[in-house]
């Protein structure tokens, strides 16, 4: 079974400097695809950023990045410029590629995030 | 486009009665849903995965007998919870995915807030 771990349940960063969510994982599988997943107080689920595991290229989008190592099977989530806005529970997500219907998330405890003005 | 509406979105009920949740997805067909659950302050567990026309896989330890799933059209899947006790108070989020393969996006529900009095 896969498993995945955040070590920092609160995080807490000034508005428009750059914080680092950590992430871990641990599975047997060679492919696979990690997901980072923000939800806010209304706990609708919102996708951020998505990474498939056969990919070397760290996925980007706009003010999020990831750093992906998966020998270490690490997977962080930097926000740059950080924003009121972003303020929320944020959730690392791990899904196999096996297909056959076994490709439920498993996510990580989340971590919360502050955003100070 | 890929919107997946859950309906109540709030419910609050006797201890003993079933309480039925819908999942849809309302503009593409969903041939497999998963159902997740969610304690206050902690992550999402996954609860089952359901694909359409044939019987919904449960995770283990999530009693098949008191969460009930029927997944018997490609934009609808329901949960029933049977003989509802306090301690099934929760918050519910299904998600929904296209297509066959487990390259395609789940697409998250706005969730269910149980509470049983």
Not at chain 1, 78 to 96: E, H, N, P, T
Not at chain 2, 16 to 25: D, F, M, N, P, Y
Request: with cysteine; glycine share 6%; proline share 3%.
């Amino acid at each position: 079974a896969q498993t995945v771990t955040q070590s920092q349940p609160e995080m807490s960063v000034q508005e428009a400097e750059t914080v680092t969510l950590s992430c871990t994982y641990d599975t047997s599988e060679s492919d696979y695809y990690l997901f980072w997943y923000k939800q806010p107080p209304s706990r609708q689920m919102i996708l951020v950023i998505r990474q498939e595991a056969y990919k070397q290229q760290n996925a980007t989008e706009n003010r999020f990045s990831v750093n992906f190592q998966k020998a270490a099977k690490s997977f962080s989530l930097k926000i740059s410029d950080s924003q009121l806005g972003d303020a929320a529970m944020y959730f690392c997500a791990y899904r196999s590629r096996r297909g056959g219907g076994a490709d439920g998330l498993t996510f990580g405890k989340g971590t919360h995030l502050i955003i100070q003005p | 486009g890929a919107v997946v509406s859950q309906h109540p979105s709030w419910v609050i009920c006797k201890s003993g009665t079933s309480v039925k949740i819908e999942c849809r997805s309302l503009d593409f067909q969903a041939t497999t849903m998963f159902w997740y659950r969610q304690f206050p302050k902690q992550s999402l567990m996954l609860m089952a995965t359901s694909n359409e026309g044939s019987k919904a896989t449960y995770e283990q330890g999530v009693e098949k007998d008191k969460f009930l799933i029927n997944h018997a059209s490609l934009t609808l899947s329901t949960l029933t919870v049977t003989s509802a006790h306090p301690e099934d108070s929760s918050f519910y989020i299904c998600s929904a995915r296209t297509g066959l393969g487990s390259n395609q996006p789940q697409h998250f529900g706005d969730g269910t807030r149980l509470s049983i009095l």
